[in-house]
């Protein structure tokens, strides 16, 4: 199975400053014939179900605000939010669904500083 | 619009069963992929079991297979989850998923909590 790992597992910004999540799969999730990365990345709040941030790992989901992105390729890859607002504060979670086997990075919890 | 709506869940005794079910609509559900997921008490999101859409092959997470099984019914839009032998590491919030045609999940259901407890 691929195994995910988020880093940090928490971590606090103050309004208006950029937050940076990191995930790293332990094998590559980037398919070759199409040169894209099955990596997503997902916000939680807490009584809602998840909401999809990024799919193919830059991609921004219609209706996410343009303060989200995603990079990274093959193994590594980062969520950016850009200037943090209030709203923002919620557990991000990266996920492969290169597998059908799905599998979630463990979550990072962002606060606000 | 897609909906998905969870229920089944409630509190039972370890060893015990549940059924879990997902009423769906807004999408061709005899030909979509489908997936649980639940996150359990102050813990992460954790891939549970899926179904693929055309050819109903199943998938479990090792910590359920062979006590879990997903299905679905096309005639009713419906997904359920059978849950057997029941833990009280089972104790979480389940979630009906729908992936999109490129396989990310891109809609949620508001989650059903089953509590495992005597």
């Known amino acids: 199975d691929i195994v995910m790992t988020q880093f940090p597992d928490s971590l606090a910004v103050s309004l208006g400053e950029r937050a940076t999540i990191n995930c790293k799969s332990s094998q590559s999730i980037l398919y070759n014939s199409n040169n894209k990365n099955y990596l997503a990345w997902y916000q939680h709040k807490p009584g809602q179900p998840p909401k999809l941030l990024i799919y193919?790992?830059?991609t921004r989901e219609s209706g996410v605000p343009e303060r989200f992105s995603g990079s990274g390729s093959a193994t590594d890859f980062t969520l950016t939010i850009d200037s943090l607002q209030a709203e923002d504060v919620a557990v991000y979670y990266c996920q492969q669904y290169y597998s059908t086997r799905y599998s979630f990075g463990q979550g990072t919890k962002l606060e606000i500083k | 619009e897609v909906q998905l709506l969870e229920s089944g869940g409630g509190l039972v005794l370890p060893g015990g069963s549940l059924r879990l079910s997902c009423a769906t609509s807004g999408f061709p559900f005899s030909t979509n992929d489908m997936a649980w997921v639940r996150q359990a008490p102050g813990k992460g999101l954790e891939w549970v079991s899926a179904?693929?859409?055309?050819?109903?092959?199943?998938y479990y997470a090792d910590s359920v297979k062979g006590r879990f099984t997903i299905s679905r019914d096309t005639s009713k839009n419906t997904l359920y989850l059978q849950m057997n032998s029941l833990r009280a590491e089972d104790t979480a919030v389940y979630y009906c998923?729908?992936?999109?045609?490129?396989?990310?999940?891109?809609?949620w259901g508001q989650g059903t909590l089953v509590t495992v407890s005597s």
């Open positions: 998923a729908k992936p999109h045609i490129d396989y990310y999940i891109d809609y």
């Open positions: 179904i693929g859409g055309r050819t109903g092959s199943t």
């Open positions: 193919w790992a830059s």
